[in-house]
């Protein structure tokens, strides 16, 4: 049976999503697992599964297109199957007999082809995703009951996420016909949350339907659906008659407040007895703090200052460089297991070396180029650091290409210094200039930006001192180098003036543990703290 594939939601704010690249073309046999296509969002560059197996029989949005989220994309089924009432659903449904009509057409997967029908205008409310790593919420309160009236825009409910409690308002009108979630439960993001629907629609199916599977309120269901099944239900307000909230002010007894208001409040410093609530039975909510002033509360003196000027943003298409980094990085740091090893190195030495080494006609070295040629060295006696890993091997390469991170107006490129533990500093200090400057111009060949086998990315002649770099895949590990500081070190007993350098080695769990990092570490210290070993 032919499956539609919709445009899927990527990232939590995602609306719509462009085709980038199709993976598979109409005729090809689809795996579950496969990728079927790389899908540009408002985020990144995502290559998207498919979590079905067939044939793909139709593309519906080509390379460079747009479209909505949960719009068609493609259609995988059986080879040689006709997907024509797909294609054109209406067709479809004005060529089917009187009898039939009352069968709605399946056009995809969606809840409402379920084995329980859903009556017409029931809408069903599902846990939302509030944040971009929530996977389960906790119903606060509700600040709606069964058998109230829910205007487009209403409050139901305030839920607790992984990050923060949130109000979660309605994007739909109607009764509340079910509760889902009592305060205090939890579920899954998509789990049932509540129903809402036409004024006494029994929805006692569609609830036991949606809650199958899952331990939220399956229980309270026949107490609140008879409530919402109950003929006698709350009167509508006038469809010309706006619903107005009314101000109730806090005295004595019970403070009423959203636990979101209440965090708002205290990190805006107003006091709680100045705020009047607008919610229902007077509890204070999110408008309330947002649309507090101290005329309103009577004191005038605390006023503060409110900005008046005008939001004002800029939107830059990301260049293709932009969305490689983003897909690569993101790749690297989701998939290797990152850690990191912080040194720090006496400099002294490696001035003395470079001052008199540059005083060779024609001879220019900087500090990075003596730092790649120790990295280099080091790597040919720790294969490990200068490894790959694969899944079912790993490689330890005997060849030492050493990647120099270099920054440019779009991002960040790696060009390779191929053997570098074969050239000598003035070939590394020309070659890295070289690149630089080919890479600002953007006149760099693929060929020298692939092959590294380790990279170095050094951020100290910005006057950062320490930080920490994402590996640069397949790469094992990243050398992040720092700033020479002039600070008071201890010699010999004594406390004197030296010069410092911070680096941080971030590594590949999987191919090098803490302790052979830790003896690279070691031996690229020798090389650095005394370069002339370096040209013996």
Known sequence: MAIIVNMPRLS????????????????DKIE????????ETDKATMEFESFNEGTLLH????????TMVDELLAIIGDEGEDISELLNPTAAVEETTPEDTETPVETAPVVEASATSIPEGVIVVTMPRLSDTMEEGTVASWLKQVGDVIEEGDILAEIE???????FESFNEGT??????????SANVDDLLAIIGPAGTDVSAVAANFSAGTTTATEAAPQEIAKAAAPEVKETPKADAAPVAVAVPHTTGRLHISPLARKMADEKGIALNQLVGSGENGRIIKRDVENFTPAAAGSASTAKFVPTGQEDFEEIKNSQMRKTIAKRLGESKFSAPHYYLNVEFDMDNAIAFRTQYNTVPDTKISFNDIIVKACALALRLHPQVNSQWFADRMKLNNHVHVGVAVAVEDGLVVPVVRFANEQSLPQIGAAVRDFAGRARNKKLTPQEMDGSTFTVSNLGMFGIESFTSIINQPNSAI???GAIVQK??????????GNTIKLTLACDHRTVDGAT?????QTLKGYVENPVTMLV
Not at 13 to 26: I, R
Not at 161 to 167: Q, S
Request: no cysteine; aromatic share 4%.
């Open 12 to 27: 939590d704010t995602m609306e719509e999503g462009t085709v980038a690249s199709w993976l598979k073309k109409v005729g």
């Open 32 to 39: 579950e697992g496969d990728i079927l296509a790389e899908i």
């Open 59 to 66: 593309i519906g949005v080509q390379e460079g297109e747009t």
């Open 161 to 167: 996420t992984d990050k923060a409690t949130m109000e």
């Open 176 to 185: 509340l016909l079910y509760i889902g979630l009592q305060e205090g439960e």
């Open 479 to 481: 050398l992040s180098v």
């Open 488 to 497: 008071p070190v201890v010699k010999n007993g004594q406390v004197v003036v």
């Open 517 to 521: 990092g830790a003896q690279f570490l």
